[in-house]
Every structure is written in C-alpha cells, then in structure tokens.
C-alpha cells in the first residue's frame, strides 16, 4: 500500500510555521524529516490510513508539543518507528 502514499502530499512551508516564530525554520526542516522517516520506516503491509494516522499523529504532537524542537535525528526517527507500531497494533487489536 506504501506506493499509494505520497508523503510530499503533508510536507509543510515555513509559512504554515509561522506559530514557532524565530524558529520556524528549524521547525519545518524537523517535521519535515520526521513526515519522511514515515515513508523510510514503513513497509509494504502498512495501510494508507495506517500511514495517514502517524501523519495525524506527528503533525498534532508537533503543534501541541514545542519542545519536540530539542528532539535529534534519532530521537525523531524513534519517535516515528513508535507511532509506526503503535498504529499497527492498534489495527491488530481492532481485527481481533
């Protein structure tokens, strides 16, 4: 299903960062490399929607948590290896 998922569909602009003021800039390159590890990090059994929620997911905790600007390149590809899992469990638990 990944090749469904066009991950350019949900990158962001430094103008739709504006809310992060000086840092708008670091904030939209980070989010932008977090929405990429999605694609890095999914494989082929991830659903559309499945991919579509981590997006969810990512882009709320971004706008809820500013302090995900302190987060590394390996804090941040973690963080979507765990929205990855959680999201697939979630559907597994639902089928059950």
């Known amino acids: 299903m990944l090749s469904d998922f066009d991950i350019y569909a949900y990158l962001v602009s430094q103008q739709d960062m504006i809310f992060f003021d000086e840092h708008a800039e670091t904030a939209t390159d980070q989010l932008n490399e977090m929405l990429h590890y999605i694609t890095d990090y999914s494989d082929a059994d991830d659903t559309l929607e499945q991919l ?3 997006v969810r997911r990512t882009l709320f ?3 809820e948590n500013p ?3 302190a987060l590394d390149s390996e804090e941040m590809q973690v ?3 765990d929205q990855l ?5 979630q559907d597994v638990e639902e089928d059950d």
């Open 52 to 54: 579509e929620e981590v």
């Open 61 to 63: 905790e971004w706008i």
């Open 67 to 69: 302090e995900l600007l």
């Open 79 to 81: 963080y979507i290896m």
């Open 85 to 89: 899992a959680d999201v697939r469990q």
